[in-house]
């Protein structure tokens, strides 16, 4: 018997190293990845407490990855461009908003 | 033996997301992502969700994790130094991260009712009707969005021919 507390327990955890790594990181797709961290984290929430026998959780779950596919192909077309445009993807050092 | 594999897991995910917190090498985070997506993939299928475990291996290993590794390799100069992933805001990041999990820990508390015992089995027939019936209206947005998402990321980040050709 698992406790659905402990599925919170890990999720709470996976939710604050991603919130870390993209606190922390400089490189912008190390944050992508931090990103990723944490909306896996809300998803293993959705499938934790979703009742049994109920599909309601299991289709957040599924509409949290899809939207987090289109995010993570937009984010690194974006970080290309920057990265072709500043030649470098170091979050520190692309500080200006003109031309 | 239910516990012990989920425990198992659990620890591989959480230890393998540290590591992505902690490694100075990029590519050694994007393959510890890897890690951390199988075992949050195997926790799925203790919540009786196999369809979105299977689904989280195929899209987010499959398909986010190299796009991912591609986005390391096109965005290195290949200069010969290895690429930068240092990090900054050490302390006030790790105190804010902290918070956050506390605050969690702490209103989950609240939630002690049921847990996963035996392994159940959700019928795949009922989450295709469903999908078809009541979440059709999401299903099709979601297919849209994906869409418009996938055209406007290759034109972000594609060649301009205009440019090319003058």
Redesign the interface.
């Known amino acids: 018997m698992i406790p659905v507390e402990h599925f919170y327990y890990i999720s709470a955890l996976l939710f604050s190293i991603g919130l870390a790594v993209v606190l922390t990181r400089k490189n912008a797709i190390l944050i992508l990845i931090g990103i990723e961290l944490m909306l896996n984290a809300a998803n293993l929430n959705f499938l934790a407490s979703n009742k049994s026998g109920d599909v309601e959780g299991q289709f957040f779950a599924l509409f949290v990855i899809v939207v987090a596919a289109a995010e993570a192909a937009v984010g690194l077309a974006i970080i290309l461009k920057v990265y072709k445009h500043f030649k470098t993807i170091d979050l520190d050092k692309i500080a200006e908003i003109k031309d | 033996m ?2 012990i594999v ?1 425990y198992f897991f ?1 620890v591989l ?2 230890v393998s ?2 590591y ?2 902690f490694t100075k090498n ?1 590519l050694h ?2 393959l510890a ?1 890897i890690i ?2 199988l075992g ?1 993939a195997a ?2 299928v ?4 196999e ?2 475990a299977v ?2 291996i195929m ?2 290993i499959g ?2 994790v190299v ?2 590794v ?3 390799m ?2 290195n ?1 290949m200069s010969g130094k290895s ?8 302390l ?3 105190l ?3 918070a ?2 506390l605050t ?2 702490y209103g ?2 609240g ?7 035996k392994y ?1 089995i ?1 019928s795949m027939e ?2 295709g009707k ?2 078809l019936t009541t ?1 059709l209206l ?1 299903f099709e947005v ?1 297919a849209v ?2 869409l418009v ?2 055209v ?3 034109i ?2 594609g060649n301009d021919l205009k440019s090319r050709a003058s």
């Open positions: 239910t516990e989920f659990a995910t959480v997301a540290f992505i917190l990029i985070a994007a992502l951390t997506l949050v926790l799925y203790f919540t009786a969700a369809f979105v689904t989280q899209i987010y398909g986010i796009l991912i591609f986005g390391v096109l965005t100069d690429i930068s992933a240092a990090s900054i805001n050490r006030s990041g790790a804010i991260a902290l956050v999990l969690l820990i989950s508390q939630f002690t009712s049921g847990g996963y015992g159940t959700t009922n989450l469903e999908l979440y999401p979601a969005l994906l998402a996938l406007a990321a290759s972000v980040a």
